[in-house]
């Protein structure tokens, strides 16, 4: 019998340190894109730049000011302008996805190659023309027009979010 208890509790203690299964939310997860619209911009002026730090004393004395010198620093002129949308995510781009999505392009009269399931520089142009005609110049799919092109579902508000 103190054989079989021996395993018995090994196996009772494994058990409570198993990890409980993941529980499924019910909410799609949601991936985003961006695009940068307009590049920073940036421009050299003269600044202070320190080259000896400050020393200070464990009381918070300081013992020796910082030694600063004069030299040409960035500054930005302009902000990079940057647009930020929700795309399918990768791992429903499947070869099916992509051939629905080829389709439907070429039943608007976007596409004109052959339908392989492919991402390819032919695909890109005619997601660039579809989006652009409708106001976002991007060649990544947006969620917005994957729904648009019925590939993708439309989420309805639940009552919380009301």
């Given at each position: 019998?103190?054989?079989?208890?021996?395993?018995?509790?090994?196996?009772?203690?494994?058990?409570?340190?198993?990890?409980?299964?993941?529980?499924?939310?019910?909410?799609?997860e949601?991936?985003?894109?961006?695009?940068?619209?307009?590049?920073?911009?940036?421009?050299?002026?003269?600044?202070?730049?320190?080259v000896?730090?400050?020393?200070?004393?464990?009381?918070?004395?300081?013992?020796?000011?910082?030694?600063?010198?004069?030299?040409p620093?960035?500054?930005?002129?302009r902000?990079r302008?940057?647009?930020?949308?929700?795309?399918?995510?990768?791992?429903?781009?499947?070869?099916?996805?992509?051939?629905?999505l080829q389709?439907?392009?070429?039943?608007?009269?976007?596409?004109?190659?052959?339908?392989?399931?492919?991402?390819?520089?032919?695909?890109?142009?005619?997601?660039?023309?579809?989006?652009?005609?409708?106001?976002?110049?991007s060649?990544?799919?947006?969620?917005?027009m994957?729904?648009d092109?019925?590939l993708?579902?439309?989420?309805?508000?639940?009552?919380?979010?009301?």
């Amino acid at each position: 019998m103190p054989r079989l208890l021996a395993p018995l509790t090994a196996l009772g203690v494994l058990s409570a340190c198993a990890m409980p299964a993941p529980q499924k939310t019910g909410a799609p997860e949601r991936c985003w894109a961006s695009e940068t619209l307009q590049p920073a911009i940036y421009e050299q002026v003269m600044g202070e730049v320190q080259v000896i730090p400050a020393e200070i004393a464990t009381d918070g004395t300081v013992l020796r000011a910082p030694v600063y010198r004069r030299a040409p620093v960035p500054r930005v002129v302009r902000p990079r302008d940057e647009l930020r949308f929700e795309t399918p995510c990768p791992d429903a781009l499947t070869p099916e996805f992509i051939a629905s999505l080829q389709r439907a392009l070429a039943a608007r009269g976007l596409f004109d190659a052959p339908i392989t399931g492919e991402l390819d520089a032919a695909t890109r142009a005619a997601i660039r023309s579809y989006q652009s005609a409708r106001g976002l110049d991007s060649d990544r799919l947006s969620a917005e027009m994957a729904r648009d092109l019925g590939l993708m579902p439309i989420i309805l508000p639940t009552p919380s979010d009301r």
